[in-house]
C-alpha cells in the first residue's frame, strides 16, 4: 500500500526540557518591564508567552521525530506526512499518530532471459550516394543560367514588394534578394510559382501565408500578393565525382580517394544506425521490465504527474499560436476531464520511473561530476553558448540540471540492463524499400 500510518511517543521530559530551553531563549530576547534582559523570572515568562512557547514546542517536536521516523522505517515519501492525532495530557508521554504516501517497497522480477529484438536498418548505396551528394552540394560552385526559365534547386535573384489587401506590410519589401528554390528560407507556395520564370520577368504572385508564421503575426494565416521582378537564375555546378572530390572534402586528405570515401562513409552511416536500433531497443527494454514489475503508484505523484502534463501541452498549444505569455504553473486548475485524458499515460510513465530508480539502485549507477560537466558542456555547444560555468548555475536553479542528471542515470541504467538480457540483432531493409518492392 501507497499510504502509511505511523504512531510514536515523545517523552514528556523531552518535550519539558525543549520547553524550558526555549524560556530561556525568549528571556535573552525580551524586554520585561522592571528586569533586565536575561533576569525575567520564569513564572512571568510562562505567564506570558507559555501557551505559543508550549504550541511552537509541540510542532517542531513533532515535525523532527516524524521525519526520523520515516527515515528509519525507510519509507521513501511522496508529499508531507499528515497529522492525524496528537495526545498530550500535562505530565505524561505525547503519542502522535500520522499518515504518509509512500513509494512502496518492491523487488525487480528477473530479467535476464527476456529477449530484446534489435533491428538494425540495412544501409544501401542509395544512402551512400546521398551522404556523397550532400557534400557535392557543399563544394559546388554558383553559375549563372541564361539559357532557361527557373528550376527547382535553383538560387534565384530578385526584387519583391508584397502587400495585404493593397496596404504594404512590414518586411514585405527587398531587393536583390538571393534565395534557394525548395529552402527552407523561402514560402513554399511561393517557390513553386517562381519555377518557371525567366530572368527580367514581373509577375505578380498570390500566397498563403501558414497560420504558424512568427516572422510576421499580422499575416500569419492569410493571404498576401507578391510582385516579383525576377532578375538573375544561378545553378549549384557540383564537382566531378572522382579521387581529386574525394581528397579535398574538409578536412583534406580525410579520404585517400572516392572508393576509401565510399568506405567510410558506409561504416560511418552503420554505426549511425546501430545507434539508432540500440536507443529503440533501450525504450523496448524499459517498457518490458516495467511490464514484468507492475506497482502501485502513489496518488500524490499521479496528480503531480497530471498536471505536468497538462502544463507541457497548454505550452505546446501556445508554441503553435505563436504565444510567448509566460504560465503561471501555480494557478492551473486540472479539470476531470484533463485528469482522466492523462491519468493512464501518467501512471504508466511513473511505473516506468520508479522501476528503473529501483534498477538504478540495485546496480549501483552513480553519475560522477566529470560525465555531468561532458553533457552540461555538449548542450552548452548545441545551443550556441559559451560560458559553460554560468549556464550550469542556471540550469541548477530553474531545475534545468535535476533532469539532465536523471536522464544521464537513465541512459546509464538502461545500457547496464542490455548487458543483462538476451539480444538479437538483425539487419533489416528500410519500411519504405519494402514497401516498394
Same mark, same amino acid.
Given at each position: 500500500?501507497?499510504?502509511?500510518?505511523?504512531?510514536?511517543?515523545?517523552?514528556?521530559?523531552?518535550?519539558?526540557?525543549?520547553?524550558?530551553?526555549?524560556?530561556? %531563549?525568549?528571556?535573552?530576547?525580551?524586554?520585561?518591564?522592571?528586569?533586565?534582559?536575561g533576569k525575567a523570572p520564569m513564572s512571568m515568562l510562562e505567564k506570558r508567552f507559555g501557551p505559543n512557547v508550549k504550541k511552537e514546542v509541540m510542532t517542531q517536536l513533532v515535525s523532527e521525530r516524524l521525519a526520523e521516523v520515516i527515515e528509519e522505517k525507510g519509507f521513501r515519501s511522496v508529499s508531507p506526512p499528515k497529522i492525524l492525532e496528537v495526545e498530550a495530557e500535562e505530565g505524561t508521554d505525547i503519542s502522535v499518530s500520522a499518515s504518509v504516501e509512500i513509494v512502496p517497497d518492491f523487488k525487480i522480477n528477473d530479467y535476464s532471459k527476456v529477449e530484446i529484438p534489435i533491428e538494425i536498418t540495412r544501409v544501401t548505396d542509395e544512402d551512400v550516394n546521398q551522404a556523397i551528394n550532400y557534400q557535392r552540394e557543399r563544394q559546388g560552385t554558383k553559375v549563372q543560367v541564361l539559357d532557361r526559365p527557373v528550376e527547382d534547386k535553383d538560387f534565384v535573384k530578385l526584387d519583391f514588394n508584397g502587400t495585404l489587401n493593397g496596404e504594404a506590410f512590414e518586411g514585405g519589401k527587398g531587393s536583390d534578394h538571393i534565395v534557394q528554390i525548395g529552402s527552407e528560407y523561402l514560402l513554399k507556395d511561393m517557390g513553386n510559382q517562381l519555377i518557371g520564370m525567366s530572368v527580367d520577368e514581373e509577375k505578380d504572385i498570390p500566397v498563403q501565408i501558414p497560420e504558424n508564421y512568427s516572422s510576421n503575426k499580422s499575416i500569419a494565416g492569410k493571404e498576401v500578393?507578391?510582385?516579383?521582378?525576377?532578375?538573375?537564375?544561378?545553378?549549384?555546378?557540383?564537382?566531378?565525382?572522382?579521387?581529386?572530390?574525394?581528397?579535398?572534402?574538409?578536412?583534406?586528405?580525410?579520404?585517400?580517394?572516392?572508393?576509401?570515401?565510399?568506405?567510410?562513409?558506409?561504416?560511418?552511416?552503420?554505426?549511425?544506425?546501430?545507434?539508432?536500433?540500440?536507443?529503440?531497443?533501450?525504450?523496448?527494454?524499459?517498457?518490458?521490465? %516495467?511490464?514484468?514489475?507492475?506497482?502501485?503508484?502513489?496518488?500524490?505523484?499521479?496528480?503531480?504527474?497530471?498536471?505536468?502534463?497538462?502544463?507541457?501541452?497548454?505550452?505546446?498549444?501556445?508554441?503553435?499560436?505563436?504565444?510567448?505569455?509566460?504560465?503561471n504553473e501555480e494557478e492551473i486548475h486540472v479539470t476531470d476531464s484533463q485528469k482522466k485524458e492523462h491519468r493512464e499515460n501518467a501512471i504508466q510513465l511513473l511505473q516506468q520511473e520508479l522501476v528503473l530508480d529501483q534498477l538504478a539502485s540495485n546496480l549501483n549507477i552513480k553519475i560522477d561530476e566529470s560525465e555531468l560537466n561532458a553533457e552540461v558542456n555538449n548542450m552548452v555547444r548545441m545551443l550556441g553558448e559559451t560560458n559553460a560555468h554560468k549556464m550550469k548555475k542556471q540550469w541548477e536553479q530553474n531545475g534545468v540540471l535535476a533532469r539532465l542528471q536523471s536522464r544521464i542515470k537513465r541512459d546509464k541504467t538502461l545500457d547496464a540492463v542490455m548487458k543483462e538480457v538476451q539480444i538479437k540483432e538483425e539487419v533489416v531493409d528500410r519500411k519504405e524499400d519494402i514497401d516498394n518492392n
Open positions: 500500500s501507497c499510504k502509511k500510518k505511523i504512531k510514536f511517543d515523545i517523552a514528556y521530559k523531552d518535550y519539558q526540557a525543549k520547553v524550558q530551553s526555549s524560556y530561556l %531563549t525568549l528571556a535573552r530576547q525580551v524586554k520585561v518591564p522592571g528586569f533586565r534582559p500578393i507578391f510582385h516579383v521582378s525576377l532578375k538573375g537564375i544561378q545553378k549549384n555546378q557540383l564537382p566531378e565525382l572522382n579521387d581529386d572530390f574525394a581528397k579535398n572534402i574538409e578536412p583534406k586528405d580525410k579520404f585517400a580517394s572516392l572508393e576509401d570515401m565510399k568506405l567510410q562513409i558506409r561504416s560511418q552511416l552503420e554505426e549511425h544506425a546501430r545507434g539508432d536500433a540500440h536507443r529503440e531497443a533501450k525504450k523496448i527494454v524499459a517498457k518490458k521490465i %516495467t511490464e514484468m514489475n507492475p506497482i502501485e503508484v502513489p496518488e500524490g505523484l499521479v496528480e503531480e504527474q497530471i498536471k505536468h502534463m497538462v502544463v507541457q501541452a497548454l505550452k505546446k498549444e501556445q508554441q503553435a499560436k505563436n504565444q510567448t505569455e509566460s504560465i
